[in-house]
């Protein structure tokens, strides 16, 4: 399921993409378009029954005046990188129309488990104590405290999403035979020192930027609004926890052997 980390790179290269094509003339300008929350099927081979959303994309104009989508991001944070690098292969040999699959990777330390437990005397008056409120509108992005620009968040004094220790780059693309390969070195976006040059010039068309140049400081900036968004979202749902297991407890105190 997408998170709010998973906009901290997606919402750029969307920002950047639209900037890189913005003085080209109109007639280059409709040759490409950008997609997310896309459903897609009509995969071939071992993936013939499979559907997948990426989480961002970029489609192609081709001689015939229909788009296909030739570069795909897919962004893990829960997933696994195994996960993801089974994605790229779903996407390069797959969907023949894909010509590179970028891969981003979030990790988070220590891994995120609930940080208060349940206790079967629970009630409302456990998340007065807390300082917890029961509303959810009431929990706050602006209440929430940042340790260092990459986490941990805490809120309330208990925390909520780790450090993000790392947020690495891949790119994927189809070699001779058909089979997906990483293409190039893995590159870091938390600790580059400067831009990152994402290319892109081999399946845009004529007249298009080479490159897409993402900001790793840009990147941070947002990165830190989107762990404290995280933060709250975590938060808000051990809430929704909360009462349901205030519910079922109430009702088992019913219980009349």
Not at 64 to 73: A, Q, R, S
Request: hydrophobic share 35%.
């Amino acid at each position: 399921m997408p998170t709010p980390l998973h906009q901290s790179i997606c919402a750029i290269l969307n920002e950047k993409f639209i900037l890189s094509k913005a003085q080209l003339p109109e007639n280059l300008l409709e040759q490409t378009m950008v997609i997310s929350e896309l459903n897609f099927n009509g995969f071939r081979g071992a993936w013939e029954d499979s559907g997948k959303r990426p989480d961002f994309g970029v489609r192609v104009k081709n001689a015939n005046g229909i788009f296909k989508t030739k570069w795909v991001l897919e962004v893990g944070f829960s997933e696994s990188y195994d996960d993801l690098k089974e994605d790229a292969r779903l996407w390069l040999e797959g969907y023949p129309d894909v010509s590179m699959v970028t891969l981003v990777k979030f990790l988070e330390t220590p891994k995120y488990r609930r940080p208060i437990d349940f206790d079967d005397d629970d009630d409302e008056g456990k998340l007065e104590a807390l300082g917890i409120p029961i509303n959810l509108q009431d929990i706050k992005q602006e209440d929430v405290t940042m340790v260092q620009q990459s986490g941990p968040a805490t809120y309330q004094g208990y925390q909520w999403v780790g450090q993000i220790t790392e947020v690495y780059m891949e790119n994927w693309i189809r070699d001779n035979s058909g089979r997906a390969i990483k293409h190039g070195n893995r590159r870091s976006i938390l600790r580059a020192p400067g831009n990152i040059n994402i290319q892109v010039g081999d399946f845009l068309p004529a007249g298009y930027p080479q490159t897409i140049v993402l900001d790793s400081g840009q990147f941070r900036s947002m990165l830190s609004l989107k762990i404290g968004e995280l933060a709250v979202y975590r938060c808000r749902e051990w809430v929704k926890e909360y009462k349901k297991h205030m519910k079922r407890s109430e009702h088992d105190g019913d219980y009349q052997p």
